[in-house]
């Protein structure tokens, strides 16, 4: 039997064995590791866990343990003068002498493999029990029993975390190639710290707003091979302090088909339309933005969106410059992926949507394009489509905008709830549509006001109307 295993369920503990197989070799899985790899790691991590302490010459070094373990941890204990990464080191060898391998079944809340043999605090696992202070504990216990070796994979689980604005992001995942995407990308720049010899603590990426820290995490996941299309991968992000008086615990959940759809979205074909669209999702004056960091932490409505569960097709569109961001290809994978809508609906909508292009070509004018852009109820919406069935009339088309079944089925399916009908979202789609193929003539015709070249391509947030379905 092992000492440890992919996926035991605990998120500090499986972060930590994720941070050890990561330390030592890319394809190292937690079956194999030995005691005698435990003690290679924690030779070689403890110099770099080395508090920062400015009495020291040339001072460096880890900067966040008062607020991952508070101050009575080894690392922190301010009562103490010597050497605190030795009693760190001593701590985490004891585990190490402690340590078993994996069991039946155990009282230990990481494992459950083994039984517990180590009582631990918030000083040995961060927001777990303390006693008078607001904390996470459970069963109002004091603390909570660990064995040794998920007691010693907890202790070097702040390699993989990702520093937010004083807090931490930890993922944790059903899927282990994710954990260990996350890890390489966290444990890299710790390695890098520690080739330049100028260590600062856990990565740093700048992002103080963690919604916005962990889409930049996911953006650098999916570049690495192991996160194929197929996987499916649902994620929890814990962003956590355990600082002092002021524990705090935030949690995110991105569902998996979030992030397959990411994943086809960071792809070279879509990265800079996707790039467009979540740029247009912050909250920003953008004359007044000069570089990334004038805007990286500002709100952004398209993470929001994603993370709550909500529509982001409404930032597909463009509607000043009447010009789509990305293609259909890109927005139908959205669609489809994350919304779970029908390719069916999807092909009618731009079938219908390309028929109204063209009736609108051969009107000479935008009439029938800014009524369905101003349409604020169904009713409205429907009307329009009433004009452009008789334009094209007029026109002489021979065949039919849409089929009744198609009305019903595809453009404005019911639903049980008639107030949620979703008029809005066939109305944005048939938008979308026809500005990829009329936005151009539109230009030469002088319908559109909006001048792309004096400002960012990503309007202000006045234009883009609620996106939800009612
Ligand atoms: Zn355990």
Redesign the pocket.
Known sequence: MAIYEKLMGNPF?DAGVCGICEWLGRSVQPEQITTDDLEKVVAEVVPIMQPFDKKRPQAHGWRNWVSIFTTNHPLTNPSKKGDRAADFKEMLLSHITNAENLGQS?D?V?????D?NTWLFRTGVPLTGSGTLRNFFPTFAEGVG??A??ALAIQLSPLVFAASGGRFLMLHSNSWKALRTWSRKCLGDVRAQQLQQEVTGCFNPGYANPRNGLFYMTQEMVQFQEMRPDEDASMQFYCFTNFGQKPELEIFHLPAPVFRFLRFAYQSEFKTDWGKIILSGYLVNWTKVKTEEDYKNRINRVYENLLEGRSILGFFLNRRARKPRGNWELLSLYLKEVRTMEKSRLEKIKQVGDLIAECIRKSGRDRRLLQLERAKSYEACRNVLLYIIRERIRQGSPEPLFSLDDYVEHLFPEIDDFAATPWRETRDLLLFRIYEMLHNWLQEQGFVDFDEDNASDADDASETEPTEEN
């Open positions: 503990v155990g230990c990481g494992c459950g493999r083994r517990a660990y064995c070796a998920c």
